[in-house]
């Protein structure tokens, strides 16, 4: 059921933990951190593209913001792509994620239970609401047995039931649960059909020890390269790439509710992906048949 995972500054999961996570949540990971007073949210469907973007990240930014990362395990709308990966933007300054089942919101055959909750209740509140003890108790009741996380561009975070997950030994490291132990695991996957019993692959458990995170440089970069010699990355993977496309990608994060464009920079296999999702959503339209895009 998802891995929800809150890093202090200065800390990081161990290789094991972030392969067994992967091995029970294989349906997508997103991780955001802060830079210069704004919030950078980056979301991958393939692992070892996660691996070199997560690695590089920590070892630049771990010990001035702290992480949030989401591992997910696909349960309501469409698993494609990164549309339903977390974390989420609430506002500008203020994104979270989300583990656990959010039954009171509106069905939808594309937006999972997170996006709705966020559609619907998250994004109607005003203000600092984080602030507000009384609308966190009713955040707090109204998802039940879920946990959420949230993170500001200032660098504080929120854990709303924090009782139903548990920190690490030296209280660095908040889980949701204890995902991150297992080596393999099943799960209930979301089609058309209802629920689905499956096995995730397997993957190298790998080594115990971080990697070289904190005070040098991730091991994914040449502890040689310059911010001059390093080349822009896409937004979509976090790859590095020589070869950026601006696109608009404002579907996969507001899904029409705000007007805003949002532009992103992608390397040429993530644009190439991007293309290929709008033009058959084009063909879709063309043919009547827009809302069958994302059914089996």
């Not at 999972?112 to 009384?134: C, P």
């Not at 998802?143 to 709303?160: A, M, P, R, T």
């Not at 190298?204 to 502890?223: D, I, M, Q, V, Y």
């Not at 992103?264 to 293309?275: G, I, W």
Request: charged fraction near 25%; hydrophobic fraction near 30%.
């Amino acid at each position: 059921m998802c891995l929800l995972v809150l890093q202090k500054e200065n800390s990081s999961l161990t290789l094991e933990e972030l392969n067994n996570a992967n091995q029970a949540n294989p349906d997508g990971i997103g991780y955001a951190y802060v830079n210069n007073g704004r919030l950078i949210t980056r979301k991958f469907r393939n692992y070892k593209k996660f691996l070199n973007g997560y690695s590089r990240d920590i070892g630049t930014y771990s010990q001035s913001s702290p992480f949030l990362l989401h591992f997910r395990l696909a349960t309501h709308g469409v698993n494609k792509g990164v549309e339903n990966v977390h974390p989420f933007k609430v506002k500008d300054d203020l994104i979270f994620a989300h583990n656990g089942i959010i039954g009171d919101v509106s069905n939808s055959t594309i937006y999972s239970d997170t996006q709705m909750f966020n559609f619907e209740i998250l994004q109607k509140l005003e203000g600092e609401f984080l602030k507000n003890l009384g609308i966190i108790k009713l955040l707090s009741e109204f998802v039940s047995g879920s946990k959420l996380v949230f993170l500001n561009d200032k660098k504080e975070f929120n854990i709303i039931n924090e009782h139903s997950g548990h920190w690490n030994e030296d209280k660095t490291i908040w889980f949701s649960n204890s995902g991150y132990k297992k080596t393999v695991t099943y799960g209930y996957g979301w089609s058309c059909d209802g629920y689905n019993y499956r096995s995730p692959n397997l993957l190298n458990t790998g080594s115990k020890s971080k990697f070289s995170f904190g005070t040098t440089r991730s091991t994914a970069l040449s502890t040689n390269m310059t911010n001059e010699d390093k080349l822009p990355t896409c937004e979509w993977c976090g790859m590095e790439s020589g070869d950026l496309l601006s696109l608009d990608v404002t579907d996969y994060y507001t899904a029409g509710i705000s007007h805003d464009t949002i532009m992103a920079d992608l390397c040429p296999e993530c644009s190439k992906s991007k293309l290929e999702d709008e033009r058959v959503l084009d063909n879709r339209r063309l043919s009547g048949g827009d809302n069958d895009l994302f059914n089996c």
